[in-house]
């Protein structure tokens, strides 16, 4: 017996396509994915502030469809970004016995879960923590909102603990929880790309005994780049350099500081590297020997992910969702207190005095995240649909 499997999510994405090929692959399953937002290919990304064409296929290998947007202003980062008016006659062609839906912090996806509940099973993706703290009557709202939202939901897919916990609280059942661990392309990352690293390093003016921090990403308030940049000065290690690769709105002002801090400034020790496509972004992780996430609220953090395939030592925020789940403190890389100058500087004082124990925990790194696969997520996904 064949299982109609709908899928509803915004727009292509670099960590959802080989879910669906693997899927796609799986005799017991018919596939087909909704996307939502519309058929622009070229995402302006405000956070990086240029318009984003990412240079892998995300189209291949599995069946989609491109729904028609009428919103006045296209976008998935507001509520009214999304109105398909023709979704629900769209899904039902299709036949689904089950539907997916990622996020519900859309006008159409809202629309198309309301609708669906009880005419089929709704399975529901979304990576929210309780990290972030609200005032009392903000929380007392949003609780009795999302109970509201999840009560229409069969199955929710929690991508980690802090996930798992946030279902919890608004109404989802135990029973109703299936473990779909957070994933990268695992084996992209890991490829050896030694020759490339080589060059880049040489570009740098790097050593082999020379330690180098990277941080990549939204050069934004949230990802606190400035802060690491702040522990980087104020530490006292010559063979320690700090990559920022990304583009944001922050961009100049940590440009800036650096200029400013004649130490910095003159021995050349904080580089600059623009936002890096995906077929380049590998290269830029395995030049590094610690990865650092410092950032004040992230529901998961997928570069963790990244950086960890890529073989490298990792420390993130404790408003890292992912930090209680990938980072064991001194077996692959440490926790720091977010926001905390002086929690950073001496978590980065103390993984950057070794470069041998960051190339173990990097070993280390990459047997974890060896777990947290698209093989993974495509396995506890068939448990339940079989």
């Given amino acids: 017996m064949t299982t109609n499997l709908a899928i509803l999510c915004t727009h292509p994405i670099q960590y959802y396509a080989p879910l669906f090929k693997l899927l796609t692959k799986e005799k017991s399953i018919q596939l087909k994915v909704f996307y939502s937002l519309g058929v622009e290919q070229n995402m302006i990304d405000k956070g990086f502030g240029k318009t984003i064409n990412w240079d892998i296929p995300l189209l291949t290998g599995y069946d989609y469809e491109f729904l028609i947007n009428t919103a006045e202003k296209h976008g998935s980062d507001h509520f009214n970004g999304i109105k398909n008016p023709d979704i629900i006659s769209r899904i039902e062609n299709f036949s689904p016995n089950i539907l997916l839906v990622y996020g519900w912090a859309y006008h159409s996806h809202l629309k198309t879960i309301?609708?669906?509940?009880?005419?089929?099973?709704?399975?529901?993706?979304?990576?929210?923590?309780?990290?972030?703290?609200?005032?009392?009557?903000?929380?007392?709202?949003?609780?009795?909102?999302?109970?509201?939202?999840?009560?229409?939901?069969?199955?929710?897919?929690?991508?980690?603990?802090?996930?798992?916990?946030?279902?919890?609280?608004?109404?989802?059942?135990?029973?109703?929880?299936?473990?779909?661990?957070?994933?990268?392309?695992?084996?992209?990352f890991a490829e050896d790309r030694s020759s490339e690293v080589k060059i880049l390093r040489e570009a740098l003016a790097l050593g082999e005994k020379d330690v180098l921090i990277l941080f990549a990403g939204k050069f934004d308030k949230v990802k606190n780049p400035h802060l690491l940049l702040n522990a980087f000065g104020a530490m006292e290690a010559d063979n320690v350099h700090l990559l920022f690769v990304g583009n944001g709105i922050l961009e100049q002002s940590l440009k800036l500081e650096v200029e400013s801090n004649h130490a910095l400034c003159n021995g050349n020790k904080v580089h600059f590297l623009p936002f890096q496509n995906q077929s380049q972004i590998p290269v830029i992780y395995q030049a590094c020997n610690l990865f650092c996430l410092p950032s004040l609220s992230e529901t998961w953090g997928l570069s963790v992910n990244e950086a960890m395939a890529a073989g490298k030592a990792v420390l993130v925020s404790d408003r890292v969702g992912c930090a209680i789940d990938l980072v064991q403190h001194n077996l692959n890389g440490s926790i720091f207190q977010s926001n905390n100058l002086t929690s950073l500087i001496a978590a980065l004082s103390t993984l950057t005095n070794d470069i041998h124990k960051l190339n173990l925990m990097g070993i280390e790194s990459k047997k974890i995240i060896n777990e947290w696969s698209f093989k993974a997520q495509t396995e506890a996904l068939m448990q339940h649909i079989i």
């Fill in 114 to 188: 309301r609708y669906f509940h009880k005419k089929l099973p709704i399975w529901f993706r979304g990576d929210s923590t309780l990290l972030n703290q609200n005032p009392i009557w903000k929380s007392l709202l949003r609780k009795l909102f999302l109970s509201l939202v999840y009560r229409h939901v069969n199955k929710a897919l929690y991508v980690g603990q802090q996930n798992k916990a946030y279902f919890k609280a608004y109404g989802v059942k135990k029973s109703q929880l299936i473990f779909v661990p957070h994933a990268v392309d695992n084996d992209r």
